[in-house]
């Protein structure tokens, strides 16, 4: 079976249907945000405070290429869609699952997050979070070869849904 990529906002469940895909594939599960870290040496807080955003999405892109070619379940960053480059080079590692997921479910789970992995939504507003969030939407789905709406399933049954689809 080809490699399986999920994008999707954070909070939108990528590492855990990540693993459950990985488990019903036997594919191997990466996590992108795992191999920046690895790649920087340091949390992607610590990266964000010293070299920002920017920097960041370098090193997230540098990561992407690096999967072009793959036959692993990967679940990628949230704001990997932000540059148009990830995109076109998303797009050509189809299938891409868009894990569609709405502020109503994501920001409870946010603010319940204490991890060093998302400095973008660290004492951040609902309001500033969804104003991160929105502008993304259009990529998620230009870039997505499928789209599962994941608000009123578990994490089982989106992994159901996206092994029936492929
Ligand atoms: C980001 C999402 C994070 C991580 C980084 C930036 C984003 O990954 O890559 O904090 O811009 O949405 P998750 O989506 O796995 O939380």
Redesign the pocket.
């Known amino acids: 079976m080809k490699g399986i990529t999920l994008i999707?906002?954070?909070?939108?469940g990528?590492?855990t249907v990540g693993k459950l895909l990985s488990a019903e594939t036997g594919m191997e599960h990466i996590?992108?945000?795992d191999k920046?870290v690895e790649e920087i040496g340091m949390t992607?807080?610590e990266y964000?405070d010293l070299y920002g955003?920017a920097a960041?999405r370098e090193k997230?892109t540098k990561v992407l290429k690096k999967y072009i070619d793959h036959n692993f379940v990967i679940?990628?960053?949230?704001?990997?869609v932000?540059r148009p480059e990830n995109r076109e080079l998303l797009k050509a590692m189809a299938p891409v699952v868009y894990l569609e997921t709405t502020p109503e479910v994501f920001i409870p789970r946010l603010k319940n997050?204490h991890t060093t992995?998302?400095?973008?939504?660290v004492s951040k507003s609902p309001e500033e979070i969804k104003d991160?969030f929105e502008p993304?939407i259009l990529y998620y789905k230009e870039t997505a070869s499928m789209i599962v709406s994941t608000d009123k399933q578990t994490p089982e049954e989106v992994t159901k849904e996206i092994l029936a689809n492929l």
């Open positions: 999707g906002f954070m909070g939108a990528k590492t996590d992108f945000d920046i992607i807080q964000f955003e960041f997230e679940s990628t960053g949230g704001g990997i932000m997050d992995v998302r400095p973008l939504v991160v993304r």
